[in-house]
C-alpha cells in the first residue's frame, strides 16, 4: 500500500495571457517529451530508485493552468483584466502573378555621326554641308521666282481676272436724258478682255469724261469680272441758237454744250449774248442757274451786251433788268415779292439791279 500524498497547496494563479493555448493530455503510455512538464500522477524517479519519496514541487502546466481545472477556463478574480481571446489569423489568399513579358520592348536611339578623325576628312565633310547649304540657297530662290511669276501671270495677263464688259454697272445722276448711255458702253467695250490689275483707271475716266454730257464721272473695279462707273450729267440751264446750223444748243451752267434740238424748250430760257463773249454768257447763265424754280419757269429769254447789264423778259412780256450776277439770291426774293402784289399791275419794267431800291415802272 503506498503512503499517502500530502495535500498539495493551490497554485498560484497566473497572470492572464494574451492569447490561450489548448491544454493536451498525454496518455500514461505516450513517451514523454523532454520539453513537456511531469506528471502530478506520476512516482518520482527517486522513488522507483528505492529512495524516500520526497514531496513533489507543484509546478504549473504549461499554459497557465491548473490540472484540477483543466477541464474549464478559470474565472478572473473579481476586478482583475478579462483575458482577450485573439483569432487565429488565416493566411491571405496569394494573387494571381501578374505575366511577365518574355521580350523588353525595343527603344530606338538615334546615334549621332562619328565626327572624322583627320583633318582632311573633317575640312571634307565642311565643304559638303557648304554645297548642300548652298543648293538648298539655289532651289528655295528659284522657287521664290517661279512662284512670283505665276502669280504676276495670274494677275496680268490670265483671263482669271479678265473684265467682262457685259457686267458694266452703270449710275448716272442728274438729267439721264442727256447722256448717252450707248456711248458709255462703246468706252467700256474698247477694253474688254483686259485683265483689271492692268486697266488704266485714269486713262478710261478721261474717255468717259469726253462722253457729250458728262460732268464728273467715277470709275472703280468691280472684282473679279466687273466694273462700275458713276457719271453726274451735265443739266442745261439754257439755250442758245446754234452756230452754223438751224435750232437750239443746249448748255449748262458752265456753258458746255450738252445737247443739241431743233426747237427751244418751253422750260429753258433762251439766251442772247454776242458770240464769243465768254464772260457775258458765263455772267448770264450763272444768273439763269441761280433762280428759284418757281421764278425760273416764267423766264422766257435771258440777254446782255456785257456781264453787268443782264436784262430777262417774262413770259407776259415783263422785262426785268437785272444787272450783274452779284446779289443774285436778294434780287430773285424782291422780284419774287413784287410779282405777287398789285405793284406791277400795268407796268413794263421792273428794275432790280439795286435790290434795296428797287424801281417800278
Do not use: C, N
Not at 576628312?121 to 554645297?131: D, I, L, T
Not at 457685259?166 to 462703246?186: F, H, P
Request: charged content about 20%; proline content about 13%; hydrophobic content about 45%.
Amino acid at each position: 500500500m503506498s503512503p499517502s500524498r500530502p495535500g498539495r497547496p493551490p497554485a498560484p494563479r497566473p497572470a492572464p495571457a494574451p492569447r490561450s493555448r489548448p491544454v493536451v493530455r498525454r496518455s500514461a503510455d505516450a513517451p514523454a517529451s523532454p520539453d513537456a512538464p511531469a506528471s502530478p500522477d506520476a512516482p518520482d524517479a527517486r522513488s522507483a530508485a528505492g529512495q524516500a519519496p520526497e514531496q513533489a514541487r507543484p509546478t504549473a502546466p504549461r499554459g497557465g493552468r491548473d490540472p484540477d481545472h483543466a477541464a474549464g477556463p478559470v474565472p478572473p478574480p473579481p476586478g482583475a483584466a478579462r483575458p482577450v481571446v485573439v483569432p487565429p489569423v488565416h493566411p491571405v489568399a496569394a494573387l494571381p502573378a501578374r505575366p511577365v513579358p518574355t521580350t523588353s520592348p525595343t527603344l530606338a536611339v538615334r546615334v549621332p555621326p562619328v565626327v572624322s578623325a583627320t583633318s582632311a576628312a573633317r575640312f571634307a565633310e565642311r565643304a559638303r554641308r557648304r554645297r548642300t547649304l548652298a543648293r538648298r540657297q539655289v532651289l528655295g530662290i528659284v522657287g521664290a521666282v517661279v512662284a512670283l511669276v505665276a502669280v504676276a501671270w495670274v494677275l496680268f495677263w490670265s483671263p482669271v481676272l479678265a473684265l467682262d464688259a457685259s457686267a458694266l454697272t452703270l449710275e448716272i445722276e442728274g438729267a439721264g436724258t442727256v447722256v448717252a448711255s450707248d456711248d458709255v458702253q462703246a468706252v467700256v467695250d474698247a477694253r474688254d478682255g483686259t485683265p483689271l490689275p492692268r486697266l488704266d483707271i485714269g486713262r478710261l475716266r478721261a474717255d468717259v469724261l469726253d462722253v457729250p454730257g458728262v460732268r464728273e464721272a467715277s470709275v472703280a473695279r468691280d472684282w473679279p469680272h466687273g466694273l462700275t462707273v458713276t457719271i453726274v450729267a451735265r443739266e442745261p440751264v439754257a439755250a442758245v441758237p446754234a452756230e452754223g446750223r438751224a435750232g437750239y444748243a443746249l448748255l449748262d451752267e458752265e456753258g458746255v454744250q450738252v445737247g443739241h434740238v431743233s426747237d427751244a424748250p418751253a422750260d429753258l430760257p433762251v439766251v442772247d449774248v454776242p458770240a464769243g463773249e465768254r464772260r457775258t454768257l458765263h455772267a448770264v447763265l450763272t444768273v439763269v442757274e441761280q433762280l428759284p424754280p418757281e421764278l425760273a419757269t416764267r423766264v422766257a429769254s435771258v440777254a446782255a451786251r456785257t456781264q453787268d447789264t443782264v436784262s430777262m423778259e417774262l413770259r407776259g412780256g415783263l422785262r426785268v433788268d437785272w444787272g450783274s450776277s452779284s446779289d443774285t439770291e436778294l434780287k430773285a426774293a424782291v422780284l419774287t415779292t413784287l410779282l405777287g402784289s398789285d405793284a406791277v399791275e400795268g407796268a413794263k419794267v421792273v428794275d432790280v439791279s439795286a435790290p434795296r431800291m428797287p424801281i417800278v415802272r
